[in-house]
């Protein structure tokens, strides 16, 4: 994996994890907008993870990093993200688009950080589709402007 400095969240939190991987996926658009992205075409996504908590669980951790990878890498990686339920075709909110993946990625992860009793929160996803684009996902916290 290539060294990479991703954008820090502010937070007061006394732990910060990070987790890098990366998965292959191919995807469409279903948007004339989109041009070539229309068609069927596949990238190699790196994903960037970043939870944070006060507790720590049973095992000394805030979350497993090989949880983390099983949640997204096992269920995207070699898939056509068109298929899965999380995208729709038809709703451009859930387009497969980087943007949608990178917040569907921190959907699945909070998603299972709530059902935990030490009850971490993911604070960003950092997702790059191509050398030169990438997407950082942070959901709105009450009183952002």
Same mark, same amino acid.
């Given at each position: ?21 990366? !998965? ?47 949640? *997204?890498?096992?269920? !995207? ?23 949608? *993946? ?22 960003? *996803? !950092? ?7 990438? *997407? ?8 952002? !402007?």
């Amino acid at each position: 994996m290539m060294q990479q400095i991703y954008p820090a969240p502010m937070h007061s939190f006394s732990y910060e994890l990070n987790k890098d991987f990366h !998965f292959s996926a191919a995807h469409a658009i279903p948007s004339d907008e989109a041009g070539k992205c229309r068609f069927v075409h596949g990238h190699t996504y790196y994903v960037n993870i970043t939870v944070a908590g006060d507790d720590l669980d049973d095992a000394g951790f805030l979350i497993n990093f090989k949880k983390i990878k099983q949640l *997204v890498h096992d269920r !995207f990686d070699h898939t056509l993200l068109n298929d899965d339920q999380l995208f729709s075709e038809d709703d451009s909110d859930r387009f497969p688009t980087t943007e949608v *993946v990178a917040r569907s990625i921190w959907e699945i992860i909070e998603s299972h950080l709530r059902e935990t009793d030490n009850q971490p929160t993911c604070l960003q *996803v !950092f997702l790059r589709e191509t050398p030169t684009s990438y *997407v950082l996902y942070r959901p709105k916290k009450e009183g952002n !402007f």
